[in-house]
Every structure is written in C-alpha cells, then in structure tokens.
C-alpha cells in the first residue's frame, strides 16, 4: 500500500529544474485524497551555491559505510538527515536533469514490481518516455535505495545552473501525473510489455596522462537512445582524428553529461530489453 | 605595430572550449612568421575544479583597486600574474563561451580603431558573426583593458562543462583566421559600415524575496539577437503566467546565460549601431 510520498529535487544543487518544482509544491502542494506527500529540497547548501555538490555527490552518499561514519562531508551528514526523513517513506520520485539528450527518461535503479508498473504507466500515458535502468554504480548508493519503491526523472538536454520553461512544465506534467495515479491507485494495470534501456556498460573519453584527449563525435551528439554500431564514430580528436565503435550494438545513453566528465564517462552503453 | 599577440581560454574554467583550444596551442603552436604568440590558460585552478571561478570572476578582477591591494582571492592574485605576463602585448584575443545562443560573437569592450578593423574583418569573412560591444560593467574591469587592443570570442549555446566537438573547431577556425590577418598585417582594409550591438541595458528575472519567481519565455530562448518589441512575452512565472515586454524595441543577448543568474542578469538588452 503506498501511502507516504517524497519527492525530492536538487539532489544535484545545479539542476535546477527540480529543485524549483519543489520550491514550487511547498508554497503550493498538490491537492491528494489518499496519499501524503514530503517535498525535499535535499541539497539546499549545494543549490544555494549552485553547484552539483559541496563534498562529494550526494546521489552516491547513501551507501551504509557512508550512513553510519561521521564524516566531514555535507553530504554524508544531509545523507543520514535524509534518509531519517524518509523512513516511513512508501514511494520516492526523485527529480534530476542532464546535458544529454535523454528526453524524459524514467530511471529504475531496483527491480521491484511497484516501481516497474508506475514506469511502464508513465510511458503508457506520455510520448517521448524511456525507461531506464541502472541497477549499480562503483562510487556509492542512489538516493532511492533507502526507500522500498522509486524512480527517477532524468530531463534533457539542459545546462546545469539554468531554467527552461518547457522543461520545467514537462516535468511538472510527469510528476502530477504520477501523483495522480498514486493518490487513486490507479497504475497497477495489465501492461503489454515494455522496451527498457539496461546500463550495462561505460565508455571513458579517450586521454593521454589522464587529460582528455577527444571529444564526443558530432554524429554521436544528441543521439541518446540509438543504436552504436562496429565502425560508427564515437569520438573525435583536438586534431580532428575519428575514432570509431569496435564492440557489440548496444544503445548509447548519457552522451557527454557535464557531470560524467570527472566521473570518467563519456557515456554509457545500454542492452534493450522487454518488462 | 602588431607584434606580441597573447590568446588567453579557461578565464573562466568552466568554458572548456576556450580552455582546451589552450591546451592543444600550446602543445603544437600555430605557425606565424611575423608575431609572437603566448598561450595562457588564464585560471587553471578553476579548470581544474570545472568551475567558473574559485573566489570571484577573472574576468571582473583586472580592475586598479583589484591590482593594487594584497588580497585572499586567488583571482586577484592571478590578474597580477596575468598582467605581468602581458606587460608586452599589443593585441589579446580572450576566449569564452555561453549557455546562450551567441553563434559566434566577436565582442569589443573599447573603442579603438585596430581591435575595431580585426572585428570586422573577422565578420567580413566568416558566415553568422556577429559584433557585440560591451564597454562597461559594474563587477569590475575585463581582462581586455589591461593590453591597447583586444577581442574576446563568445561562441554558444554550449553548456558549463562540456566540449562539443562542431563548437571546438568552429572556434580554432576562426582564432587561426585572426592570427593569420595578424601575421600578415591583411585586416587594415577599408571595409563597409558594419552593424554592431551595443549593450546598453541589463534585464534581470522576476524575483520575490530576492528569488527568481519566473522564467524566459519559451519564445524567447535562443532568440538571441532578436529585436525585442512591446507587448513580446519575456517571461512565464512557475505557475504559467507570462509577463511582457514593455519598452522601446531593443535586441535581446546573452539570454538565460548560466553564470548571469547569480549577476542579476536574465539577458543584456543592445541597440543597433554601425562602425
């Protein structure tokens, strides 16, 4: 029974998408018959300076070793403050935007059956919706493995540290949406089966002594969702040297995402599959 | 007598563009016959954080006030490195970008008669340039105004923190065609009147208590360059509601620019003029 909402915005301070929806909602709510929703501004120090994060990304913070130890890091410390705010919570929908392409991408990062049907209504109701699912990461847990059930929007392309309307009321759209088939518990419907985008790998830009050395092709650009084939260009060198594709088809994902950079992904490869 | 020519990216060390063209200069030098050029990645403690600035903006710190006085902002310290190093330059080219839709931009802020001729030249043969000059700001002064003739590059939309491969080499092209005019003396031509935009007004976002309450108007992105006129929606408040433009018809620049939310600047208001 979902009963207790959060939504959280700004988890990445420089995505300001959500993090004003959630201003938004706390001056006004969304009206609910059945269902309570918790609005979190959850990096409001990393917002406040419009930055992705102070110490360390808080959407890799939430792992036990990072949520038992004191630590120096805000976002350790607004970790376990967060994660004490969420503990009666149901549901999470988590609120983030990229430089890539990636539309309005609705992100599982767990297998469970309630997460997967309200992902599978979400693109049943809307156009232009992928489902994706990145089930691990090397650098610590997301956000939503504190909670039971969860999903992610991920919106883009958008620059970090700005606002576009169209963006913003897309998203606006997407969460209502979703709070609407909570609140009348309207989403656990026989659904035909679903295409989903599993991360399965990641591709580094290429570098020389750990600096960058080629940037993401031109024909690569904006191509989230495609299909990479053996001998497609996927980088080009500061000389204009290409370099291609040598492996398996698989779906490109998070192509050039500011944010990557430092993380050493130029982009993740993806397997299609059905749910 | 043009003779030592500076090229300074990174000023801002989130624009990478600028900073990587730097970087790769400085590796393989451009050929000339007769100038000199130094290379300078002019904030590499911003780059190497991917920030726009670590304590205050590079590009405001070149001011008397910031020169003289001992100071705790590494900026501050780094603008006197800066002017030293460019005590024997006769012509600077600065290298930018912008989330904005500036194309490529050749902006003037001094009014001197060989820096005027290079950005015409530049336009005279290059497709979709466009001049902008900006003569004043209140933050502090440019790094233009501590050599006799200068221009700066702004090329966008591209986000804070990315390189996009099209933008890179469109950059390099036209920073190898000032060089070259340099090298050999090819710009003091009589060219036609040239239309330029003056900035002469700054439009700041909607705020209530000091936050931004409203967006840019769907209509308005990317419209850079545009005329402006009454009655045109600028904005649209988080709740749909759109507010207009109420002024003598101007053209609309540097529009939704990530580091100008903090400035209080939504986007810089110019008139037409010709030189």
Same mark, same amino acid.
């Given at each position: 029974?979902?009963?207790?909402?959060?939504?959280?915005?700004?988890?990445?301070?420089?995505?300001? &998408?959500?993090?004003?929806?959630?201003?938004?909602?706390?001056?006004?709510?969304? =009206? &609910?018959?059945?269902?309570?929703?918790?609005?979190?501004?959850?990096?409001? @120090?990393?917002?406040?300076?419009?930055?992705?994060?102070?110490?360390?990304?808080?959407?890799?913070?939430?792992?036990?070793?990072?949520? @038992?130890?004191?630590?120096?890091?805000?976002?350790?410390?607004?970790?376990? #403050?967060?994660?004490?705010?969420?503990?009666?919570?149901?549901?999470?929908?988590?609120?983030? !935007?990229?430089?890539?392409?990636?539309?309005? !991408? #609705?992100?599982?990062?767990?297998?469970?059956?309630?997460?997967?049907?309200?992902?599978?209504?979400?693109?049943?109701?809307?156009? +232009? #919706?992928?489902?994706?699912?990145?089930?691990?990461?090397?650098?610590?847990?997301?956000?939503?493995?504190? #909670?039971?059930?969860?999903?992610?929007?991920?919106?883009?392309?958008?620059?970090? $540290?700005?606002?576009?309307? +169209?963006?913003?009321? =897309?998203?606006? @759209?997407?969460?209502?949406?979703?709070?609407?088939?909570?609140?009348?518990?309207?989403? =656990?419907?026989?659904?035909?089966?679903?295409?989903?985008?599993?991360?399965? +790998?990641?591709?580094?830009?290429?570098?020389?002594? $750990?600096?960058?050395?080629?940037?993401?092709?031109?024909?690569?650009?904006?191509?989230?969702?495609?299909?990479? =084939?053996?001998?497609?260009?996927?980088?080009?060198?500061?000389?204009?040297?290409?370099?291609? *594709?040598?492996?398996?088809?698989?779906?490109?994902?998070?192509?050039?995402?500011?944010?990557? *950079?430092?993380?050493?992904?130029?982009?993740?490869?993806?397997?299609?599959?059905?749910?």
């Amino acid at each position: 029974m979902i009963k207790n909402i959060a939504i959280t915005g700004g988890v990445h301070g420089n995505e300001l &998408t959500g993090a004003y929806l959630i201003k938004k909602f706390q001056k006004r709510p969304i =009206k &609910t018959k059945n269902i309570n929703i918790d609005y979190i501004l959850a990096n409001p @120090k990393a917002f406040k300076e419009c930055k992705r994060y102070i110490d360390y990304d808080l959407n890799r913070s939430f792992s036990i070793n990072a949520l @038992k130890e004191d630590s120096h890091f805000y976002e350790f410390e607004r970790a376990k #403050v967060i994660k004490e705010r969420l503990k009666n919570c149901d549901f999470l929908l988590d609120l983030h !935007s990229t430089t890539s392409n990636m539309k309005m !991408s #609705v992100v599982l990062s767990k297998d469970d059956e309630i997460s997967n049907l309200i992902a599978k209504e979400i693109k049943n109701l809307h156009e +232009d #919706v992928y489902i994706l699912r990145w089930f691990s990461n090397s650098e610590g847990d997301f956000i939503n493995s504190i #909670v039971p059930h969860s999903i992610t929007l991920e919106v883009g392309p958008i620059c970090q $540290g700005v606002l576009d309307a +169209d963006i913003f009321f =897309k998203t606006e @759209k997407i969460v209502k949406s979703v709070i609407e088939m909570l609140d009348n518990n309207s989403f =656990k419907k026989e659904l035909n089966k679903t295409e989903v985008y599993d991360i399965v +790998d990641i591709v580094d830009f290429p570098r020389e002594n $750990g600096e960058i050395s080629a940037m993401i092709h031109p024909s690569l650009i904006g191509k989230d969702y495609s299909l990479l =084939k053996k001998g497609d260009p996927i980088f080009v060198d500061f000389n204009g040297k290409e370099i291609f *594709y040598e492996n398996e088809p698989m779906y490109a994902v998070f192509i050039n995402e500011a944010a990557y *950079y430092e993380k050493k992904m130029a982009f993740c490869l993806c397997e299609k599959r059905y749910i």
